[in-house]
């Protein structure tokens, strides 16, 4: 037994100095590569190490980093790892990293990479290879390092790629590649939905350019990266689909266009969110109610049902203190008590002589009432005659569809909100919705302030609008901002899945953010419209030639229940009459009859 663990022993001992002469069969180049690895930590901290690869110089170096440590010697995790940021990659030759897992490969597409290359590898093709897999942030060494001390890093916008950097230099051998593109183009297609990007040829030079606050976030990246945009690509008018489409296909690097929350797979093909806004519906102004409607709309049945009881509790106060008993009291004194009447009404009645003093008493509440009415009703009437008053507005989804109004939307939008379950619109019947495949189409009668719809509007394009109808003699449409779909939406940019430049991208717009260009571009946008023809200065809200004011055809309903009872009224006379007159002309003959006999 104690053989065999002596023998054991003598074998894992032998195992571990084989090992040990393996990895210390260069100890020179072991150091320099440590010594590159602790500069590429100052250059830019890394915390962990993923290593691809069997086994060579990286293994020995990075043991003696304090950094923990990945080995991937199959070439493949094919796990959804998620590694920290601060992660540089090592790899023992150029074809060891053969990562399949999509979304490790997404992750690490930024990293830094450091290839050790073996035999007489050329540094360029290495660098093309990674190239084409879009992975940019690479540098090589070769075997000869610890004698030439030269890291060869490829610079994909320059020509010759490589850069040949040397140990005892202090150039970094990583750089941001992408802050300086050389010129390089960026595929870029506009969906021209104005005021968000907006085609016009400069006067200067007659080249087409674009502006609005999504194009200009667009256009100031590319300058700033020294890039170019593809004009001639730009001109041609794409629908808001077609561009998603293109960025799923990998076919465009920026749409320039805006991408909301309700899509669902928002954070993989697109940017930082650009502008948080709310969503909303975009209503008509109620009309106001025609003049010749504001008599009857004061006309309150309550009201006038508590002056009815007003009136009788005066008469019958008049009848009780005029003598201080109840001896008058009859029906007809009480409905046809015309003092208490003319008081209500404000007209003079007579006063009794040597009136009590309770009648006085009695007599002056009647002139307060009377006051308090008919100045009342003068207010009301005058008031809304000057501003009438306008139909009831629409107070919840429900009732959408009872104001004649139907709401237009692109089929788009309508997917993106069922998608979402959004409960809001969950609310709305689908009659009361007209559904346009085409957006554009929905688009434009929207900015023509067409009056057979209602419209939902996100708040930035509100912005525009509001500002339009200032212009205009009356508000068209108001922004329902309690009838949201979504008070808080995400709008951002799409961007290629693998775009290497993402994150410069998304510091860029930050930037805009931070400095109040964005804010600026969206103030200005609707006279960007107007500058480049796109909308006019125009009163859109058609406003009537004249407005009509109270005719006498109007009002001819209070006249004809006049004249009816005036006819009645006379009918009456008429009647107390002709029985007065029958009854003495019967008396007469009894009279008559008594005497003949
Ligand atoms: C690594 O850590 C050990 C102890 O934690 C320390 O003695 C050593 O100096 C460290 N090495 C480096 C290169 O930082
Ligand atoms: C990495 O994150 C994704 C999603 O965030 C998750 O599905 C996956 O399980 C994570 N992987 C590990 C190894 O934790
Ligand atoms: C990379 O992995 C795939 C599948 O995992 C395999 O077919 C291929 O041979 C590997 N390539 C290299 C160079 O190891
Ligand atoms: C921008 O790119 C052009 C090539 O298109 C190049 O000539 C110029 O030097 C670059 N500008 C800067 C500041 O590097
Ligand atoms: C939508 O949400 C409601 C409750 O908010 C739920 O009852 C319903 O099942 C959801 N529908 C879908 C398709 O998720
Ligand atoms: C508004 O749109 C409807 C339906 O699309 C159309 O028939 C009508 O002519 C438009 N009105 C105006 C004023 O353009």
Redesign the pocket.
């Known amino acids: 037994m104690a053989w065999l663990i002596i023998l054991l022993l003598c074998a894992g001992n032998s195992n571990a100095r084989y090992l040990d002469y393996i990895h210390k069969n260069s100890p020179h180049l072991e150091d320099t590569v440590f010594s590159l690895l602790v500069r590429l930590q100052l250059e830019e901290f890394f915390d962990t190490l993923l290593l691809y690869g069997e086994d060579c110089v990286f293994h020995s170096s990075s043991r003696r980093l304090n950094v923990s440590t990945v080995l991937v010697s199959s070439g493949s995790s094919n796990f959804d790892w998620n590694f920290s940021s601060l992660t540089l990659i090592l790899s023992c030759s150029h074809e060891e990293e053969n990562e399949t897992n999509y979304h490790t490969l997404a992750k690490l597409q930024r990293n830094r990479r450091l290839v050790y290359l073996r035999g007489d590898i050329q540094p360029q093709s290495v660098c093309e290879r990674y190239l084409q897999k879009e992975q940019y942030n690479v540098a090589t060494i070769a075997e000869d390092f610890d004698k030439s001390k030269i890291v060869y890093a490829c610079r994909h916008f320059k020509d010759p790629n490589i850069e040949e950097i040397s140990l005892l230099d202090s150039t970094p051998v990583f750089i941001e590649q992408f802050r300086n593109m050389y010129g390089k183009p960026i595929r870029a297609v506009a969906d021209l939905l104005s005021p968000r990007s907006m085609l016009y040829m400069d006067p200067k030079t007659g080249d087409m350019k674009i502006t609005g606050y999504v194009a200009n976030l667009v256009n100031t990246f590319a300058e700033r990266v020294n890039a170019t945009l593809e004009l001639d690509v730009l001109a041609k008018k794409f629908i808001v689909k077609q561009i998603f489409n293109m960025i799923d296909n990998e076919q465009l690097d920026i749409g320039i266009s805006l991408e909301s929350s309700f899509r669902m797979k928002f954070i993989e093909i697109s940017s930082y969110p650009y502008i948080l806004t709310s969503y909303c519906l975009m209503v008509q102004v109620p009309a106001k109610l025609p003049y010749n409607l504001v008599y009857a709309m004061i006309i309150d049945p309550i009201v006038l049902g508590i002056i009815f009881v007003v009136f009788l509790l005066l008469s019958i106060l008049l009848i009780y203190s005029q003598k201080m008993s109840w001896q008058d009291l009859s029906l007809a004194n009480i409905l046809l008590n015309d003092k208490s009447l003319r008081g209500l009404l404000g007209q003079s009645f007579p006063f009794p002589l040597n009136a009590s003093k309770k009648l006085r008493l009695i007599i002056t509440i009647l002139c307060f009432a009377s006051i308090m009415l008919t100045t009342m009703y003068e207010a009301y009437l005058q008031s809304f005659f000057t501003n009438p008053p306008s139909e009831p507005e629409i107070c919840s989804f429900q009732d959408v569809g009872s104001y004649n109004r139907r709401i237009a939307m692109s089929a788009l939008e309508v997917n993106g909100l069922i998608k979402t379950n959004n409960s809001h619109f969950r609310e709305i019947r689908m009659d009361d919705l007209e559904i346009f495949d085409n957006m554009p189409e929905c688009y434009e009668?929207r900015d023509?302030f067409?009056l057979?719809y209602n419209y939902v509007v996100t708040g930035d394009r509100w912005r525009s609008y509001a500002e339009q109808q200032t212009l205009f003699k009356e508000p068209v449409f108001y922004f329902a901002r309690d009838l949201c779909f979504s008070r808080l939406i995400f709008l951002s940019v799409p961007l290629r899945r693998h775009l290497p430049y993402r994150h410069l991208f998304d510091e860029h717009m930050m930037q805009q953010h931070e400095f109040g260009f964005v804010n600026y571009w969206m103030s200005h946008s609707f006279f960007d419209m107007v500058r480049l023809g796109l909308t006019s200065l125009k009163d859109l809200s058609r406003p009537l030639a004249y407005t009509p004011s109270l005719l006498m055809d109007d009002i001819s309903w209070i006249m004809k229940i006049y004249l009816a009872a005036i006819v009645l009224c006379v009918f009456c006379f008429l009647l107390e009459i002709g029985v007065d007159k029958w009854k003495r002309w019967m008396k007469f003959r009894n009279l008559q009859i008594l005497n003949t006999c």
């Open positions: 009668l023509a067409n057979s």
